[in-house]
């Protein structure tokens, strides 16, 4: 569905993305794990051409994507990201029509889709379709973020730490309603994050990646088995580690203090 | 007043037309320009530099500026059409620096997502850029919208009627009601058209109402200007006689005077262009523009021809420029009025007593201790270089200043000379005396009534009527009259009209 072929970015005679070759396949999540300053943001953004590559290339469906007119690709990959980037000056209605409008759908067929949308992210159609987006919680702008994404029913989707900025118990019911969409939509996804809990919750495989290479890939249970060098196994246990100091605290009673 | 009231609706009229469609090009140039500043980063710095360096132009000077530009350029030089050039160039700014400020000033996670979307570059200015901009823009817009309305009114010494020929023929007379109403119907135009773009840029609850009311509104003003910009500029059986004016009362009375005998004459209509800058109205006959106006010999002598000032006879002087005017431009010297309005110094008579001074011979050895001032042009005309060298002049201090003040300066001693003109009636009613030129340093300043080549050429009955004015004013005459109106409040049409008639008593028309 997505390959990446020898892909490199680079800025002067730095290279913040290197040599990177990772396929995914249809209907797959895949979770590209790394710290910041990784790469995996650069990388996730060469696929829909926000960034274009230095040599390499990305096929889509087969279809090498520079053959493609930008804006046509961009209408078919669904793209959400931590700033949320919803516009202020329209509506939610208009927010999520963004790409039907550019594609020229009826008026009806926009306001079915969009209320559609809505109840796939949980929100109340009738309460939040009129309003601005600066009169939503952080937790509903994402919903509404990933509702637009997801409004010309693409195949593919690019997220970019969607829940990255929400507090712990909001991003847990987000991610949930995302499980569940995705596997009513069956949705091809690469889901960039630097959190450990997350990409084992979300993804099928886990892409780890560090100072711009790509150091191992494979499903969850493969990396726990067998991690390609200590850096990953570091990054496995921290979940584990975190919850033994909390343990720890708890039994000294430190946490009361 | 009221006769003052009843010039409103043409002076405003004038002075929305300019605006308007100044501020309509302004927006044109500028929007665009600034748009294409965002996109290619370095096309940012120089273009709004040209913009800056456009701005720091003094507005009056860069409205004058557009005279000799568009004369060399062969295209009307004198009236609307360097008003508005000026004017468009000085809203360029404003407009401008916002547009590039309000775009650049958009979330860069918002133009991620227009991009992320599909939009187009196109599409993501149309839809994400421009309307976030737009409250950045529209402050843009409404400055240069109060700047332009105040700036049209120097349009008057250009030749383009606006509320400023209030302010300008105002200031010369000593009518401070002029003055004000001018003043005030601008400020009043600015507020609205500010208020108007205020409302059309305005967002919010029951904003889409306020800004239909806006745009009707403003809809409607340009309706107006177009509609009456075209009605004037429409060829109507030959176009009326454009007669000129200097920045000075006498001026003002004068061309009244021939506006009314050439209407009266031929059945021809008239315009006036009057506060036209002494260099300006000469280039404006010279290329048509203007077809008549009066001028001085010893002027065109000194400025026009070029030659020394000192040891020149009266006769020989009007000869010569007559001459040298039809040889080089085809301008007629329709009529010799009969007066001669010479530039002079004069001075306190007290003091001129108590120091015992009557000739600008005796001047030089207690010059250091003096001050003078002059008119605008003065102390750059080589009367004064020649006054300076004849006498060998040195004074304490030289001060330029508005000629409708130099009397009053005069009289209460902040300046102990001033350049006078020997027509002026305030010589006596301030109390000067103006001091001899006795090794005659200035020439002789007969007022003639100059017409243009193609008026000469294509309008005789109009030459016919214009010689009846030869020899019809003298001196004391013409003191009367910028007596009336200087100091007794009078309207230089009405002096002028009074004059008219005696004429018409003294020598009826054929």
Redesign the interface.
């Known amino acids: 569905m997505i390959e990446l072929h020898r892909l490199t970015k680079r800025y002067g005679d730095q290279a913040v993305v290197h040599d990177l070759s990772l396929s995914v396949a249809e209907g797959e999540l895949l979770a590209v794990l790394g710290g910041s300053g990784s790469g995996k943001t650069t990388t996730l953004k060469m696929i ?1 051409r ?1 960034i274009e590559p230095s040599s390499g290339n990305v096929h889509l469906n087969g279809v090498d994507v520079r053959g493609l007119e ?6 078919q990959i669904g ?1 959400a ?1 931590q ?7 329209m509506n939610v209605a208009q927010n999520v029509a ?2 039907p409008t ?1 594609l020229g759908w009826s008026a009806a067929a926009i306001a079915r889709r969009v209320d559609e949308l809505l109840e796939l992210v949980e929100l109340d159609p009738a309460a939040v379709r009129d309003r601005r987006p600066d009169q939503l919680s952080g937790g509903q702008q994402q919903r509404v973020g990933v509702a ?1 994404a997801l409004a010309a029913a693409p195949r593919v989707m690019l997220l970019d730490e969607p829940f990255g900025a929400l507090d712990p118990l909001t991003r847990q019911r987000l991610q949930d309603s995302f499980i569940r969409i995705r596997r009513e939509l069956a949705v091809t996804a690469v889901f960039v994050t630097h959190d450990m809990v997350e990409a084992l919750m979300l993804g099928d495989r886990i892409a780890v990646m560090r100072h711009g290479r790509l150091v191992q890939v494979g499903t969850p249970a493969a990396l726990m088995r067998s991690p390609a060098d200590d850096y990953v196994r570091r990054l496995l246990d921290t979940p584990c580690r975190e919850a033994r100091l909390v343990n720890a605290l708890l039994a000294t009673g430190a946490a009361d203090r | 007043m009221t006769e003052q009231l009843a010039l409103l609706p043409r002076y405003l009229t004038a002075h929305l037309q300019l605006t308007l469609l100044a501020l309509l090009f302004s927006t044109a140039v500028s929007l665009p320009l600034g748009v294409a500043a965002t996109r290619v980063r370095w096309l940012e710095r120089p273009v709004l530099g040209v913009a800056a360096v456009i701005q720091t132009v003094p507005s009056l000077a860069l409205l004058a500026a557009m005279v000799p530009l568009l004369a060399a350029l062969n295209v009307q030089s004198i009236g609307f059409l360097p008003a508005f050039i000026g004017l468009t160039l000085y809203g360029v700014l404003p407009i401008l620096r916002n547009t590039v400020t309000g775009i650049a000033g958009v979330d860069p996670a918002l133009t991620e997502a227009a991009r992320a979307v599909g939009m187009t570059p196109w599409q993501q200015l149309r839809r994400v850029e421009l309307p976030l901009a737009l409250p950045v823009i529209a402050a843009g817009l409404r400055t240069a919208t109060v700047w332009t309305v105040g700036v049209a009114t120097l349009s008057t010494p250009v030749g383009a009627t606006s509320l400023g020929n209030y302010i300008f023929s105002g200031l010369q007379t000593r009518n401070y009601a002029s003055v004000l109403v001018g003043c005030a119907a601008a400020a009043v135009l600015a507020l609205v058209l500010d208020g108007l773009v205020r409302c059309l840029a305005a967002g919010g609850r029951g904003g889409r109402r306020r800004r239909a009311a806006a745009a009707a509104g403003i809809a409607a003003l340009y309706l107006y200007a177009g509609l009456t910009l075209a009605a004037a500029l429409a060829p109507r059986g030959g176009r009326p006689v454009a007669i000129g004016a200097k920045t000075f009362t006498e001026q003002y009375i004068l061309a009244h005077l021939i506006g009314g005998l050439v209407e009266e004459a031929t059945g021809r209509t008239t315009t006036q262009r009057q506060s036209l800058g002494s260099m300006v109205v000469f280039d404006a006959l010279a290329a048509g523009d203007v077809d008549i106006y009066v001028d001085y010999s010893g002027t065109l002598w000194a400025n026009e021809l070029g030659r020394d000032t000192a040891g020149t006879d009266r006769a020989g002087v009007l000869a010569g420029v007559g001459a040298h005017l039809r040889d080089a431009y085809g301008i007629v010297v329709a009529a010799t009025l009969g007066f001669e309005n010479a530039y002079a110094v004069a001075m306190r008579a007290a003091d001129a007593e108590t120091r015992g001074v009557r000739r600008l011979s005796e001047l030089a050895p207690i010059g250091p201790q003096l001050s003078m001032g002059g008119d605008y042009e003065f102390f750059s005309r080589p009367e004064w270089n020649a006054l300076r060298d004849t006498y060998g002049l040195r004074l304490r201090e030289l001060r330029t200043m508005d000629p409708a003040l130099m009397y009053q300066a005069a009289e209460e001693g902040a300046v102990d000379l001033i350049s006078a003109f020997t027509t002026d009636g305030r010589i006596a009613a301030y109390n000067l005396t103006l001091l001899e030129d006795d090794r005659g340093a200035i020439p002789p300043y007969d007022a003639m009534v100059l017409a243009s080549a193609r008026l000469a050429r294509e309008a005789p009955d109009v030459l016919a009527a214009l010689g009846r004015l030869d020899g019809a004013i003298d001196a004391p005459a013409m003191r009367r009259m910028n007596l009336q109106v200087d100091e007794r409040g009078a309207d230089p049409a009405e002096v002028a009209a009074d004059f008219l008639r005696g004429l018409r008593g003294r020598n009826p028309a054929p």
């Open positions: 829909n926000l930008l804006s046509e690709l961009r209408r793209y990201f700033q949320v980037g919803l516009f202020p000056h963004v790409t550019l637009r």
